[in-house]
């Protein structure tokens, strides 16, 4: 095992060939399923280890599949703060092997990962309006993220559009509402494509669309800061909209 | 045929791998026929952290020679970049840099001494 708390420094770390980056081992030690084919794995290390990482960052699973070693990446979903439990957050893909092996794990198993990985990181939000997109489980590096700008003075307006199929998919609901009751600088937008209440369902442009209209037909002011994470070509096309739209190239970030 | 010749800042021996560019994919990281499908399908080490999917920067490599037989850079793949330590106008990630020629001629690339992605 290897010592987690001794992170590296500096911040670069050299590669090599012929010696990989060290991997890490935690317990399962709870199993949350949001909905039928998206579950939350929390990983505990072993006492007196915690991993450092920044909001946003991802592991890198390693995972015995059909005699090799599959690497799959996982955001983050749970907060530096909460020292040695990791949460990742994840959907069963169709044909996934790396996500079909994780669903048959049960709590008390060990997994191997290597990390915290990624450039995809708001450590300080700039001193302008931050908003988050999110699609699905592409909430889960947006969640400490927001978790991090809300408890971070100066306070600038924070916003979270958060899109689904429908209400039963937007994961940690609860939590957004709360922040948004105790922090009047934030305001949650959940966007759903096929709500329950029988209206006609939006299509999958519904994020893109939203964003166009509020952001860049509506609206003139462009100091605004971006971060997105979901699935597939709807997050390039949302980054194309905004750049093409005049906001900064770095001041979208995905 | 083509050539694809590493070198590494580290100071360990370089490797020459000889290929076929149409039979990639030659694994199952990266885009088929890149130089981190070509080097792990050769039994050359390239750390992926992402799996090969364009989300960090751990196959960064500095191409030393035929960056005209490389795919063009996506604008993900610059965005990446612009983070990655020790940036050069002729870096690229592997996983996305995929090689066309076989015309024989060599591509030489760098693995840096550093990535930034273990950052905290």
């Known amino acids: 095992m290897n010592n987690l708390t001794t992170r590296s420094e500096p911040r670069a770390t050299p590669t090599s060939s012929s010696h990989p980056r060290p991997a890490y081992e935690a317990t399962i030690e709870r199993i949350f399923a949001h909905t ?7 990983l505990r290390f072993p006492p007196g280890h915690s991993l450092a990482f920044k909001p946003g960052q991802f592991i890198s699973l390693l995972l015995p599949v059909a005699g090799e070693t599959l690497i799959r990446p ?17 959907n069963l893909v169709p044909d996934g092997p790396g996500s079909h092996y994780l669903f048959a794990r049960t709590v008390g198993e060990t997994l191997r990962f290597t990390g915290p990985w990624g450039t995809f990181v708001c450590e300080q939000l700039p001193p302008a309006e931050g908003v988050f997109i999110a699609d699905g489980t592409g909430i889960a590096p947006i969640r400490p993220m927001i978790r991090c700008a809300l ?104 | 045929m083509a050539k694809l010749r590493v070198l590494y800042e580290t100071g360990e021996p370089e490797r020459v791998i000889e290929f076929d560019p149409a039979q990639a994919p030659f694994q199952h990281d990266g885009q088929p026929g890149s130089i981190l499908d070509v080097m792990l399908g050769h039994g050359v080490e390239l750390e992926h952290a992402c799996g090969g999917n364009c989300a960090c920067t751990t196959c960064h490599v500095i191409v030393k020679r035929g960056m005209e037989h490389l795919s063009e850079n996506s604008e993900t793949e610059d965005d990446l970049l612009d983070k990655a330590p020790g940036l050069t106008p002729t870096s690229r990630l592997g996983c996305q840099a995929v090689i066309a020629s076989d015309d024989g001629e060599e591509i030489v690339v760098l693995v840096p001494r550093y990535t930034i992605n273990q950052q905290v």
Not at chain 1, 36 to 42: P, V
Not at chain 1, 74 to 90: D, F, M, N, Q, T
Not at chain 1, 234 to 242: A, H, M, P
């Open chain 1, 151 to 254: 408890a971070t003075e100066p306070r600038f307006p924070v916003r979270l559009l958060y899109s689904a199929s429908q209400e039963s998919e937007l994961l940690y609901r609860q939590e957004w509402e709360a922040h948004a009751r105790a922090c009047p600088w934030f305001v949650f937008t959940p966007l759903l494509r096929h709500p329950a209440d029988g209206r006609a369902g939006l299509r999958g442009s519904l994020l893109v669309e939203y964003v166009e209209r509020c952001y860049v037909a509506e609206d003139s002011d462009r100091s605004r800061h971006f971060y997105i994470c979901g699935v597939g070509q709807q997050v390039t096309e949302l980054r194309d909209l905004l750049r093409c739209g005049g906001y900064q190239r770095r001041a979208v970030q995905y």
């Open chain 1, 74 to 90: 996982y955001s983050i979903a749970s907060s530096p703060e909460e020292g040695s439990l990791l949460e990742i957050c994840l």
């Open chain 1, 36 to 42: 039928a084919d998206t579950r939350s794995f929390f």
